[in-house]
């Protein structure tokens, strides 16, 4: 397994680092030339929210670090935290990126498949502090956001503006963001927003409705409270609950082509228009996205990616 791992690395890492080659030149030279890259491969996602009733609930997820020497270069990680305001009435609380902690290479030890893995784990008072802010200053539909700089010991780093659109979305191989957005929550009841629905499209994206013509779906729950999942039949959509506001997961991927791509569509949260939810009422809802998020917009603005889509329970 070790050895695929390396494989796939060695190949697939090329977009990372390869904008362009000479065509003339033979593929040994290339290869040659070519710097690869590293990732922070998610193996697991173990909770990703935060409950605005308990500091101590934790976000926690297991990392897989991999280059191509299985963790040679691996020299630490850069872990930064900022304070989004979503609810803000006359003062706007969000904070400046800081540094929240660097994890050095001794938080990693070897995982089954000979790689290097950390658990991080961080709790909603932890991040409170880190942003200099108070428990009564936090509300749900809040947001923090994390972002990771993967530091390696030949001097190179990289984190989501360095990586292709098939690293970053958690439905390919290497499923490496090293970025999270953590919302804040008010729990509600299990079977709420689950069951059989129909999907209806209100804005279509750039090539028509993104998860095709309206049908009946089966949601169900996801890992961490207020998590849904809506299998579209390309994918499986994740979204959260957060009041009466509905955050679709950062860096889904529509068609599964996990490669580098003109067909690839990322899909994204609206960071200025959450979708619509009452949440004592799942009837109705819907959720609003961008195709084609943080930076593979087809050459237009955000604004005409937007898409709107609406759930009925049937």
């Not at 991080?120 to 880190?130: K, Q």
Request: net charge negative; glycine share 8%.
């Amino acid at each position: 397994m070790k050895e695929i791992y390396r494989n796939i690395l060695a190949i697939c890492l090329l977009s990372i680092c390869v904008q362009c080659t000479d065509g003339g030149k033979a593929i040994e030279e290339v290869m040659e030339e070519v710097e690869r890259g590293a990732v922070l491969r998610n193996i697991s996602y173990n909770n990703i929210v935060f409950d605005i009733n308990d500091l101590q609930s934790t976000f926690s997820i297991l990392m897989e670090e991999q280059d191509v020497e299985e963790g040679g270069l691996l020299k630490d990680v850069d872990v930064y935290i900022q304070f989004v305001d979503r609810t803000t009435q006359t003062t706007d609380l969000t904070s400046q990126e800081s540094l929240l902690k660097t994890l050095p290479k001794s938080n990693f030890t070897t995982g089954p498949d000979g790689l290097l893995r950390t658990t991080f784990e961080l709790s909603f008072e932890e991040a409170l502090i880190a942003t200099g802010l108070s428990q009564n200053q936090a509300a749900c539909k809040d947001q923090f956001e994390l972002r990771l700089v993967l530091n390696l010991t030949n001097g190179r780093s990289f984190d989501t503006p360095t990586a292709s659109a098939s690293i970053l979305t958690d439905d390919c191989f290497f499923k490496s963001p090293y970025r999270y957005s953590i919302p804040i929550v008010d729990p509600i009841e299990d079977q709420l927003f689950t069951g059989t629905y129909l999907y209806t499209t209100i804005t279509e994206g750039l090539f028509g409705p993104t998860f095709g013509d309206s049908r009946v779906v089966e949601i169900v729950s996801g890992s961490s409270p207020n998590v849904r999942l809506a299998p579209f039949g390309v994918g499986t959509f994740e979204f959260t609950i957060a009041c009466d506001a509905i955050y679709p997961k950062l860096y889904e991927s529509l068609n599964g082509l996990c490669r580098e791509s003109d067909g690839h569509i990322l899909l994204g949260p609206d960071p200025n228009n959450a979708g619509l939810a009452d949440p004592n009422d799942d009837s109705v809802f819907e959720i609003q996205f961008i195709e084609g998020y943080e930076g593979w917009g087809y050459g237009v603005s955000p604004e005409e990616n937007t898409v709107r889509i609406r759930l009925s329970k049937q």
